[in-house]
């Protein structure tokens, strides 16, 4: 659904890979830069992650007017929770079972903390590639909170092992390393959609940049997509943009070619 930039009036943005750099554990000011002027230039500024809201103290917030995390589960402004849709209990029990059993480390993300089963090679990888430590805690827990998201760190070929015992998840990725757990009829897609009701923006004044799987759905509910350098080929296969990676002045390339700066 491409539209014309001139109608852009909402931006909404992914993290990992899009705002953030994993070469330099952080934002490239240039998109810092870009993202400012946006916001500057009256045009309101989302952003849309897997991450938890306590995961994203190393970014610019200020311009930020809404935020989608949890993949779409947790979805809030600066003054109020606007949707708030945990993990059903029975499917949090699965997937502490399952670890339990040594299928698979599982991460579970509360809306304040997380904590991981056990660690393999595969964790200690990813939590350097995003210079994020997870610690190591009893699953059990699980049971007893609510659990927005939960990473089960297993490559796409076993996906089916969760799918196969739950009925309530839907599975996202940005990565073979391991899965976004959501609750099923979650993801960035409704939570985006919500969005635009709620900010009362049409999904034609939308643009939303990402990287990722997961930004899929982000993509099909605005009027321009622009995925990074670095995405993956099946989301640049449904951009109407690809700009250049993350690490190359990615977000701000692409605004100044639109015009939105």
Not at 99 to 109: D, M, Q, V
Not at 170 to 199: N, Q, Y
Request: proline share 4%; hydrophobic share 40%.
């Amino acid at each position: 659904m491409a539209a014309d930039s001139k109608d852009v009036k909402v931006a909404f943005f992914d993290v990992d890979g899009t705002l953030f750099s994993f070469r330099e554990k952080g934002e490239p000011e240039s998109t810092k830069r870009a993202v400012r002027a946006l916001a500057a230039n009256g045009i309101t500024v989302v952003l849309a992650t897997g991450r938890a809201p306590y995961m994203l103290d190393s970014l610019d917030l200020d311009p930020f007017s809404a935020f989608i995390t949890f993949n779409g589960a947790l979805c809030y402004t600066n003054d109020e929770v606007l949707y708030s849709h945990p993990h059903e209990r029975r499917d949090v029990e699965i997937a502490v079972r399952q670890t339990k059993a040594g299928l698979y480390p599982c991460l579970f993300i509360e809306k304040d903390r997380c904590y991981i089963s056990y660690k393999n090679d595969t964790v200690t990888r990813h939590e350097k590639r995003v210079d994020i430590h997870f610690e190591v805690d009893n699953p059990e827990q699980a049971l007893e909170n609510d659990i927005y998201l939960y990473n089960a760190f297993f490559p796409p070929k076993d996906d089916h092992i969760l799918t196969d015992a739950t009925d309530n998840v839907e599975l996202a990725r940005w990565t073979d390393a391991f899965c976004d757990v959501i609750p099923k009829g979650g993801g960035k897609e409704p939570a985006v959609k919500r969005m635009l009701r709620m900010l009362g923006f049409s999904p034609e004044q939308a643009i939303a940049f990402g990287d990722g799987g997961n930004d899929e759905g982000m993509f099909r509910s605005v009027g321009l997509g622009v995925a990074m350098g670095n995405a993956m080929d099946s989301l640049k296969g449904i951009a109407d943009i690809v700009t250049d990676d993350v690490d190359s002045d990615g977000i701000w390339n692409a605004c100044e070619r639109l015009g939105l700066v």
